[in-house]
């Protein structure tokens, strides 16, 4: 058990005199994650840029993967510490590679981030690389080797380490803004939302609910989804708004071919006034250019033309197979394929309009603003809220 950790951040060296501003906030979300975690005193410090974490019952593996979800974290690095001295180091490291069985190459890779220590960088490669070759059955491959060693000096100790894991880069969470993330059961949205999490947007969801169109099954496989993306936000909130009143409104008032696009305006309009409410600035969507037919450019510009928010589409030049891969490495896919009822493909026209005749859709918009329905719409809504450790409680809502 490693009772150390280097926490190494990834665009923050960007950020110049900002700099502060994006570290206090990935520290939030690391001593966050510590606390829901680890139940016996633990400490943070930065050390030349990076986050050294020392607890004495150790880091487990639950809590090494669930740093890795922060956006804005690089790596975490599992080190064995010690004081200045190369000799002292030097021991440290062949006392656990001569217990490894499963290797047989090994590299060494160091950074002497303390200037004024007396030995440079190549020769503490040289200096860690003789005494392995010396004392172990390791052989030195530099291309491809079976672990690196990482010797870093910092100011106070020299950390050790061959056990690096990856996190996922970015900015962290809360830095660029809050959005209201509209989610659905399928592949798109919920890669939208995590490529939109390593961007450093805070995001609360929304799911429209047609309910009685569609069963129970339905919000918990939602419910289940946004478990999964929460991990990405340093807590999160899920509004389960039914929509099946103003779908079937909608669907009595429109042509047949615009059903599809005003349930989307109006899915934009509910979730701009919930914005509102909750101090968002930005509506999420998953759409990906020409995907499926309310998805063309024209559609897309009378969308936003009628909205009041800024509308983020992170996948649109995004083909599928490209979208269902990213899901299964963020861990969605699984939950995305599992069947559910879909009112908009209930109430979906036979010839979906691809190119809006601006001057029906500008009247229909202001003929049927649809104020009461929308209002009534997020007074109803159904809440749920997700805290570090993944734990669900649902409430209703209620006004700031």
Not at 328 to 340: A, F, L, M, R, V
Request: proline share 3%; aromatic share 10%.
């Amino acid at each position: 058990m490693f009772t150390t950790i280097i926490i190494n951040v990834d665009e923050l060296w960007l950020k110049g005199k900002n700099r502060k501003t994006y570290s206090d906030a990935l520290r939030k979300h690391v001593r966050d994650i510590l606390s829901s975690y680890l139940e016996t005193k633990w400490t943070i410090r930065n050390d030349q840029q990076r986050f050294v974490c020392d607890c004495a019952e150790g880091f487990n593996d639950a809590v090494i993967a669930r740093l890795c979800d922060i956006p804005g974290l690089h790596s975490v690095l599992k080190v064995r510490k010690c004081e200045k001295d190369l000799d002292k180091a030097v021991n440290l490291v062949l006392a656990d590679l001569k217990l490894r069985t499963d290797i047989s190459t090994f590299k060494v890779q160091s950074k002497r981030v303390d200037k004024s220590f007396p030995t440079q960088s190549r020769e503490l490669n040289l200096h860690f690389g003789g005494a392995i070759l010396k004392n172990t059955h390791l052989k030195v491959d530099v291309h491809n080797p079976d672990i690196i060693v990482e010797v870093k000096i910092l100011n106070e100790h020299i950390y050790l380490s061959w056990e690096k894991h990856y996190g996922i880069g970015g900015l962290p969470v809360n830095t660029s803004g809050h959005v209201v993330t509209l989610i659905s059961g399928g592949f798109d949205s919920p890669v939208a939302s995590y490529l939109m999490s390593r961007r450093g947007c805070k995001q609360t969801f929304a799911f429209f609910y047609a309910y009685p169109y569609v069963g129970e099954e339905v919000k918990e496989k939602i419910v289940k989804m946004c478990q999964i993306l929460a991990k990405f936000q340093n807590g999160a909130k899920l509004y389960v708004l039914p929509f099946g009143n103003i779908q079937n409104f909608i669907s009595t008032e429109c042509y047949e071919e615009y059903r599809t696009l005003f349930f989307r305006k109006y899915m934009m309009d509910v979730s701009s006034k919930l914005a509102d409410k909750i101090k968002g600035e930005a509506i999420l969507m998953g759409d990906s250019l020409a995907q499926v037919s309310s998805q063309t450019l024209h559609n897309m510009a009378a969308l936003d033309k009628s909205c009041d928010k800024l509308v983020l589409r992170p996948l649109l030049g995004n083909n599928k197979l490209d979208i269902i891969a990213l899901s299964k490495k963020i861990g969605t896919h699984d939950t995305s394929i599992i069947p559910h009822d879909d009112a908009c493909a209930l109430f979906a026209p036979k010839h979906p309009i691809t190119k809006p005749k601006m001057e029906y859709f500008n009247k229909f918009m202001e003929k049927f603003p649809c104020t009461e329905l929308i209002e009534e719409c997020i007074e109803n809504a159904e809440v749920f809220s997700f805290n570090n450790r993944l734990m669900v409680k649902d409430n209703k809502f209620t006004k700031n």
